[in-house]
Structures are given as structure tokens and as C-alpha cells.
């Protein structure tokens, strides 16, 4: 008997034990689906962040390629007579050498081609053109003249316009001929 009630108790313990197993099994498997369920989660939240990071660039580069192509427009309108107005400085600077030179064609020849400067001057200008000021003694600036020569200057002229073969000119913001100067050098 005391056999039988030890077969009995191992029985019992043995039965307790399996269902312990398999209550540790099926937490081991809601576990393992919490485990899947958020790995799931996490490449799904992945997902969406790659998603977040393609769009913000994608909409970035639209709106700077936007950006470009107004200010391109913007520029484009601005200097679409660029090409007139180069045409006609050489006509300019014709009609300023002619003025500056003592010709026998007497006053009224002068006066004729001082209306004819002042009127040409007045249709650039109205189209945007402006003259750059550049004047003896003004520092030499690669960005906006274009030196022609040098020749031995005083010390204070080194490196300054020393005159000024052209004028310069300007259409907007954007220079449509260099001022074409002499520079001053060291004797």
C-alpha cells in the first residue's frame, strides 16, 4: 500500500510537473508572439521612417529645383536684351568718340550728335543698361574691369586705373561688357 500511495504522489507530481511544462510552453509561445508581433512592429516602424526620410528629401529637392527655376525665370526676363545691348554699345562708344573729337563739321554737327548720344543713352537706359563709374585712380577689380595693359605709374597709382579705355556696362545685376582699363604698374 505505502507502494502504491508513493506511485500515487509520483504520479501526481509527475502530472503537476507536465502541467507546469506545458503552462511554461504556452507563455513560451505568447512570448515568442509578443517577440514576433514587435519585431513585426519594428520593421514596420522602420518602414515608415525610411518612407518619412524619402519623402522630406523628395520634397526638398522639389522645392529647391522650384526655387532655381523662378530665380533662373527671374534672370532670364531681366537680361533678354543682353544681346540688343551689346550690339549697340560699339555705337555708343562710336557716337562718344566722335564727340570727343575737334571735327570741322561746326556746332550744329556736334549738337546733332549730342541728341543722337542722349537719346541712344536715354533707350539703353530705360531697357535697364547703366554705365559702371570707374574713373582714374580707382582700385583695380578683376570682377568688374578688364585691364588692357599696364604701363610704370606713379607709387600712388600701382595697381589703380590709371584711364579708362571703355566704359563698362551693366544690365540688372548682371555685367554686360567690362570696363576695359589701363592699370598702373611699378616703374
Known amino acids: 500500500m505505502e507502494k ?5 504522489e509520483i504520479n501526481a507530481t509527475a502530472e ?10 504556452k507563455q513560451d509561445d505568447t512570448v515568442q508572439m509578443d517577440i514576433e508581433q514587435e519585431e513585426g512592429v519594428g520593421e514596420i516602424e522602420s518602414e ?6 524619402k519623402y522630406l528629401r523628395l520634397y526638398s529637392e522639389f ?3 522650384r526655387r ?3 530665380k533662373e525665370r527671374v534672370d532670364l ?16 562708344d562710336d557716337l562718344e568718340r566722335a564727340m570727343a573729337a575737334d571735327s570741322e563739321g561746326g556746332e550744329a554737327f556736334r ?3 549730342v541728341l543722337i548720344q542722349q537719346k541712344l543713352v536715354k533707350s539703353l537706359e530705360q531697357k535697364g543698361l547703366t554705365k559702371m563709374e570707374v574713373k582714374k585712380g580707382d582700385k583695380f577689380d578683376d570682377e568688374n574691369h578688364e585691364a588692357i595693359t599696364q604701363i610704370p605709374s606713379e607709387e600712388e597709382l600701382e ?18 561688357r567690362f570696363a576695359k582699363v589701363v592699370v598702373g604698374a611699378k616703374q
Not at 4 to 8: A, D, F, V
Not at 77 to 92: C, G, H, R, W
Open 4 to 8: 502504491e500511495q508513493e506511485e500515487k
Open 16 to 25: 503537476s510537473q507536465e502541467n507546469q511544462v506545458e503552462e511554461l510552453e
Open 48 to 53: 515608415l521612417a525610411d518612407a518619412k526620410d
Open 63 to 65: 522645392e529647391n529645383f
Open 68 to 70: 532655381r527655376t523662378s
Open 77 to 92: 526676363i531681366s537680361t533678354a536684351n543682353k544681346d540688343l545691348m551689346a550690339d549697340l554699345l560699339p555705337v555708343l
Open 111 to 113: 549738337e546733332g550728335i
Open 159 to 176: 595697381g589703380k586705373v590709371v584711364d579708362v579705355v571703355e566704359a563698362g556696362y551693366t544690365l540688372g545685376e548682371k555685367i554686360v
